[in-house]
C-alpha cells in the first residue's frame, strides 16, 4: 500500500483565495483525521470522520475551515477564503477502527500552504 | 484525556541509550501510553504503546512506573535517524473515537 496520499505536498496562495487539501486514505481504513501544525500551537486535531461521517469538528477553527470525506476513499479540506494565519502545515492520517482496541494512526506527509 | 508533562528537548550521543521522560500523573486506569515520533518535514509515526506492563518492540522500550503516572521511552542504541520529536500521548480505551490529543513533545538531538 502506498500509505495516506497528501496533495498537494506544497501551496502557495494569496489572502482571499480558496484553498483545497486533499487525502486519500489507506484502503479499507475507516477513521480519517485532519491536523494542522504551526510552530506556535503545535500539532492540533480538526476533525476526524468515522465511515465517511464527520465525528468531532470541535477543532475546526472557524467558519472558514470546511472538510468532506464524499467516499472512502477521498476527503477533502477546504479553506475560503484563506488569511496568512492558516498558513501552517496539515496533515492527513487514517486508521483501522476506532475505540476500545488500540488503533495506530497513519499519516500523510503533509501539506505546506502559505496564505501571502 | 489526561495531560501528559514531557521534557521539550534532550540530547544523546550516537550510539548511546536514550530515556526519554514522560509524567502523566492523571492518568486514568482506562487511559492508554501512546508514543509518536515525527521525523523532520515528515508526519507523525507510531512508536508504541502500553497499558501496564513494560513493552518491547524492534523500534523501542517502554517503561511503566508501578502507580502509571510516569513512563519512559527507552531508545537502546540512537542513531542519527532517531532526531525527533517524541510525543507522548493518553488515550482513553473507552472513548468511542481514536483521536489523539498531541502536546509538544520532546525535541531529541542525536550528536555523532
Known amino acids: 500500500d502506498a500509505g495516506v496520499i497528501q496533495s498537494p505536498r506544497h501551496e502557495v496562495t494569496e489572502m482571499g483565495q480558496e484553498v483545497t487539501l486533499r487525502c486519500k486514505p489507506i484502503?479499507?481504513?475507516?477513521?480519517l483525521f485532519w491536523y494542522r501544525q504551526t510552530m506556535m500551537r503545535g500539532l492540533e486535531l480538526l476533525i476526524y470522520?468515522?465511515?465517511?461521517?464527520?465525528?468531532?469538528d470541535s477543532g475546526m477553527p472557524e467558519d472558514r475551515f470546511s472538510a468532506k470525506m464524499p467516499n472512502a476513499s477521498f476527503s477533502t479540506l477546504k479553506i475560503q477564503p484563506s488569511e496568512p494565519r492558516d498558513s501552517a502545515v496539515y496533515f492527513c492520517?487514517?486508521?483501522?477502527?476506532?475505540?476500545?482496541?488500540?488503533?495506530?494512526?497513519?499519516f500523510g506527509p503533509g501539506t505546506r500552504l502559505t496564505v501571502l | 484525556d489526561a495531560k501528559t508533562t514531557q521534557p521539550n528537548s534532550m540530547e544523546s550521543n550516537e550510539e548511546e541509550p536514550v530515556h526519554l521522560p514522560c509524567n502523566h500523573s492523571?492518568?486514568?486506569?482506562?487511559?492508554?501510553i501512546h508514543w509518536y515520533r515525527q521525523l523532520p518535514s515528515q508526519g507523525p509515526e507510531y512508536v508504541i504503546h502500553?497499558?501496564?506492563s513494560n513493552v518491547n518492540n524492534r523500534m523501542a522500550s517502554l517503561a511503566i512506573a508501578e502507580d502509571r503516572k510516569s513512563s519512559t521511552l527507552i531508545l537502546h542504541r540512537a542513531t542519527l535517524r532517531d532526531a525527533a520529536v517524541y510525543y507522548c500521548i493518553l488515550r482513553d480505551v473507552i472513548s468511542t473515537g481514536n483521536q489523539f490529543y498531541f502536546g509538544t513533545g520532546t525535541s531529541l538531538t542525536v550528536i555523532p
Open positions: 492523571t492518568i486514568s486506569g482506562t487511559d492508554y
Open positions: 470522520f468515522n465511515n465517511n461521517v464527520p465525528i468531532d
Open positions: 492520517a487514517s486508521s483501522l477502527g476506532g475505540g476500545g482496541a488500540y488503533n495506530e494512526q497513519f
Open positions: 502500553g497499558l501496564t
Open positions: 484502503s479499507g481504513h475507516d477513521y
